[in-house]
């Protein structure tokens, strides 16, 4: 059966809405733009919808100049630059990792302020500051955004169609924030994918993604439930982690766009 990327999206803020494109650039720290700006609060510390879900109402669109970023509701918007102009630096935390960070304008950080009730800042990865992929499933010198660990995401239409066979309301593929969806193939067969293609691009799967709360967020109203990681626990969990979807690595750099048909290397056996 023929597997091809249906889906390509990007996150330029870690948290907020995606972007959904036809090619986009790969870069050594995943697609071009991806998570290369975040929300931290004073102590530099990262935001997310998991104790912030109105995060997932602001949406992005992308323009010649940057992004527009717009305020639940789409009421007002602000525009951030594909470079930021800003000289103030701080440090910045995801998870384990400490980086060095861009701050944006006063104006931003007190919008953003204002609309999430916490003080926040907006700051942004600079090409100079390095953040490497756990050294367990490095291979090398992999690097990472302000993504959670790993440069993308990948998630096969099929894996998707089985969990909404078992929910009573099925949900969307947005739960999941993935990089790249593709159609064709079984239901989780990217489990067991190992060294692949994507058109001419050469990946390799990492390791299964492990999920949290987020994906429990309605990325359309901002609620939070229970589903669907609660169906998920019930036949994709192992060792108290809950799995769906496949963290991935990149070799080298290039473009990948919608309709690059999927080429299995070799495989590996599923750890689900």
């Not at 109105?54 to 470079?83: R, S």
């Not at 692949?196 to 939070?224: D, E, H, L, W």
């Not at 669907?228 to 036949?235: H, N, Q, S, V």
């Amino acid at each position: 059966m023929i597997k091809e990327i249906s889906h390509i999206y990007i996150y330029p803020v870690k948290g907020l809405q995606g972007i959904s494109l036809s090619e986009t650039q790969i870069e050594s720290t995943g697609l071009l733009y991806d998570r290369r700006w975040m929300l931290v609060d004073e102590n530099g510390l990262f935001l997310s919808q998991r104790t912030l879900p109105i995060m997932a109402l602001f949406a992005l669109n992308q323009n010649v100049n940057g992004f527009e970023i717009w305020a639940p509701g789409k009421k007002e918007c602000i525009t951030l630059p594909f470079v930021s102009e800003s000289l103030t630096t701080m440090k910045v935390t995801v998870w384990d990792d400490t980086c060095d960070a861009i701050v944006h304008n006063r104006f931003c950080n007190e919008w953003f302020s204002a609309l999430l009730k916490i003080k926040c800042k907006l700051v942004y990865m600079p090409v100079a500051s390095k953040r490497m992929v756990d050294p367990t499933y490095n291979t090398g010198s992999d690097m990472v955004s302000f993504a959670d660990a790993f440069p993308m995401l990948l998630i096969g239409q099929s894996s998707l169609t089985d969990l909404n066979t078992r929910l009573a309301e099925p949900v969307l593929m947005d739960r999941f924030r993935p990089n790249l969806v593709f159609t064709g193939g079984d239901a989780f067969e990217e489990d067991s994918y190992d060294e692949f293609y994507i058109g001419s691009q050469q990946f390799k799967a990492a390791k299964p993604c492990a999920r949290c709360t987020v994906i429990t967020v309605n990325q359309q109203t901002g609620a939070m439930g229970k589903e669907p990681l609660t169906t998920l626990a019930t036949y994709r969990a192992k060792n108290n982690k809950i799995y769906f979807g496949q963290n991935l690595l990149q070799t080298g750099n290039g473009i990948v766009k919608i309709g690059d048909q999927i080429h299995v290397k070799n495989r590996k056996p599923s750890i689900i």
